[in-house]
């Protein structure tokens, strides 16, 4: 059984930043994607980044230049650190994992920027 489980989301002022981590255990090994998504209430979930086992990345165009995805393999963890964060950035962010014919989520961490 492969659980993908989150931490790191809260309340933040614009401007500020927060770090997201997701840890993915169980049947799990050498998962070559690793992703994050969101979903903002009444929206579709949509991408926010993804990064391979290589390093590789690949940013939505609202969060480039101000969200950074990074992992560590050993750990089979990935991290997302927000930084600038503005009030359209509220949402659920969700841990993504494609693996073989299964694609696995975390449960969401709620990330809400307000003054």
């Known amino acids: 059984q492969v659980q993908l489980v989150e931490s790191g989301g809260g309340l933040v002022q614009p401007g500020g930043s927060l770090r997201l981590s997701c840890a993915a255990s169980?049947?799990?090994?050498?998962?070559?994607?690793m992703g994050w998504y969101r979903q903002a209430p009444g929206k579709q979930r949509e991408l926010v980044a993804t990064?391979?086992?290589?390093?590789?990345?690949n940013y939505a165009d609202s969060v480039k230049g101000r969200f950074t995805i990074s992992r560590d393999n050993t750990k089979n963890t990935v991290y997302l650190q927000m930084n600038s964060l503005k009030p359209e950035d509220t949402a659920v962010y969700y841990c993504?994992?494609?693996?073989?014919?299964?694609?696995?989520w975390g449960q969401g961490t709620q990330v809400t920027v307000s003054s």
């Open positions: 990064i391979t086992r290589g390093g590789t990345t």
């Open positions: 993504n994992v494609p693996y073989f014919t299964e694609n696995y």
């Open positions: 169980g049947s799990i090994y050498n998962t070559y994607i």
